[in-house]
Every structure is written in C-alpha cells, then in structure tokens.
C-alpha cells in the first residue's frame, strides 16, 4: 500500500476531486468527518492516513465514498403534508396560471427516483387528463448509480408504505426478477433522469415546480445559497419551489421568492423587473 505523507484529509480530498470533480469544500465538516468514518470502519482504516493509503490503491473506493457522501435515502411520498399541498394547492393552481404549453416538474436530488415518481403520481391523479399530455417529468442527481436505479425504478415495498393501495396497483407492479415493486412503463417512460451537479449551471429554464429537500442540509450555508439561486433562475416566474420542513431559504436568495406555505417551505417565484412572461 502507498504511504501518504502530506494531510491525508487533503490527499482524500484531492483524490476525489480528481475522480469525480467534487470539492470536498462544499460539506459541512461534521457531516464529512461522518461519512469518512463509515468508509474508514467498512474497510477497516484505523486513520485517515490509512484511509487515504487505501483510496489510492482502491480505484472503487472513491465511488464508494462519493456514494456515502451522496445519502441516497428517500421513500415515495416522503413528507405526506407537503404533498398534500402540492395536490389540493399548488398544482391546480400552476395548471390555472400556465393553461398552455409544458408542465415541467423537477426533483433537484432525486435519490433514486422515488420523488420524481411521487410527483408524476400525484400530478397525475390531481390534474385533468386534458393536462396529462403537458408533463414533463424531471430528476436529477450527481450520483450515477442512484440514477440508474431511478430509471430501472424498481423498488422495495418499504419504499411505497406511505401510498394507499389502490394507488400501488395502479401504478407498479410486480417485478417477476426481483420479487420487488417496478413502476409501471407508463409512469417510469414519462420521467427523464439526468446527472447533474446543483452547485453547476442549471440545464433548465422555465420549470413550473421544483422540488429540493434533503439535498442542502449537508452543505456549507454559502453552497446552499448557490443552490437557491441557481433553482430560482431554472424556474419561470409564478413557478413554485418546494423545499419541505428540513431546508429554509437563505441569505440572498429570499429576494426571489413569495412564500405559499410557511411550515412546508413552499414558495412561489417572483416575477422579476425586466422580465417577461409574468403570471
Ligand atoms: C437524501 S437524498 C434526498 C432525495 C429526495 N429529494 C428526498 O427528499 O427524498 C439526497 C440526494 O441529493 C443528492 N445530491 C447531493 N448533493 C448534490 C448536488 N450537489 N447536486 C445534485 N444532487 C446532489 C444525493 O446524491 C442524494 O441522492
């Protein structure tokens, strides 16, 4: 095994920089520390410097540690009163402000699919069908294998316990291989799955509803406030942001926002001055 001699925090950093483009920067420092001492524990380093040794003479461990970093977890229709929002409130009324063109829907964090999927669920089952042909399902993630499970969209039945079962019939089945739940085609082809970094340029524009959460409590205040500005400019104004109990909007991000549910952290998107298309 290589011997390390300079930091080892910063040789695991620059490793992984190296590997996957990720700054290591971008994280609060206890959620790190965290996550180091989970891969350091699964093979066996008793320090960084061991760990450092380890990642780079394990070309697989710098995915292992980006997928540690990445906290995949999530469930379909994760946070029922949020969603409960969205489909007696927020939906209706974005289909009443946009009665025309597409209706796009973006989970920014989208784990391995299950809110993107939550959404189409619910998008589907709150607007009339005359409206179901304008959806455009969107998820991202920086994390390759989560999305890979996303478009696969097979999942285990603990992942659905917070939908009723009629809607569990209608829209997965049982996946013979798996003895799991998949999505059903006519849900999972609608959704379109894209890697891509939150703290980059957005490759949207005109976005209707966003959904971020879970996504930011694990990065540095100044990242998060990217993040916000970088959402706030992918959606069209009168489009709406939905972060949910665990994230707030931040320093100067505030100034794009309307809030439409305080508790859920549900805001709606400024018109701007100089901007067109104001609903
Ligand atoms: C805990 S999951 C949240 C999933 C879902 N939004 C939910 O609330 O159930 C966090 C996800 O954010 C992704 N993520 C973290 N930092 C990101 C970034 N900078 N850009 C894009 N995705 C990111 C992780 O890979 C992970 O899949």
């Not at 008793?46 to 970093?69: F, M, P």
């Not at 409960?84 to 209706?103: A, K, N, S, Y």
């Not at 304008?134 to 478009?151: N, W």
């Not at 998949?182 to 939150?198: E, G, I, P, S, Y």
Request: contains cysteine; glycine residues 8%.
């Amino acid at each position: 095994m290589p011997s390390i001699s300079i930091d080892p925090l910063a040789e695991i950093a620059r490793h992984v920089e190296e590997r996957h483009g990720i700054d290591f920067g971008r994280y609060k420092p206890r959620c790190l520390m965290r996550r180091l001492n989970v891969r350091m524990r699964a093979v066996g380093a008793d320090d960084l410097e061991a760990y450092a040794a380890y990642l780079v003479s394990h070309h697989e461990e710098a995915d292992r540690l980006v997928e540690a970093l990445a906290i995949n977890f999530s469930f379909f229709y994760r946070d029922r009163g949020l969603f409960r929002i969205l489909g007696e409130q927020v939906l209706p009324d974005l289909v009443r402000r946009f009665p025309t063109g597409p209706l796009r829907i973006w989970s920014a964090g989208c784990a391995a699919g299950e809110e993107i999927y939550s959404l189409g669920i619910l998008a589907l089952e709150t607007l009339a069908e005359r409206d179901h042909g304008r959806l455009v399902l969107i998820g991202t993630d920086i994390d390759p294998p989560a999305l890979e499970e996303a478009r696969e969209g097979i999942y285990n039945r603990s992942k659905v316990t917070s939908l009723d079962n009629p809607l569990i019939e209608q829209y997965f089945h049982p996946d013979a291989a798996s003895g799991m739940l998949r999505v059903r085609d006519a849900l999972r082809t609608r959704a379109q799955f894209r890697r891509a970094d939150l703290l980059g340029p957005t490759p949207y524009r005109g976005v209707s509803l966003i959904c971020c959460r879970n996504v930011m409590i694990y990065l540095q205040p100044q990242h998060q406030e990217r993040i916000l500005e970088h959402l706030a400019s992918a959606l069209r104004p009168g489009g709406v942001l939905a972060l949910g109990r665990v994230e707030r909007l931040t320093g100067d991000s505030r100034r794009w926002f309307d809030t439409v549910d305080a508790a859920e952290r549900v805001y709606r998107r400024k018109c701007m001055a100089g901007e067109s298309q104001c609903s």
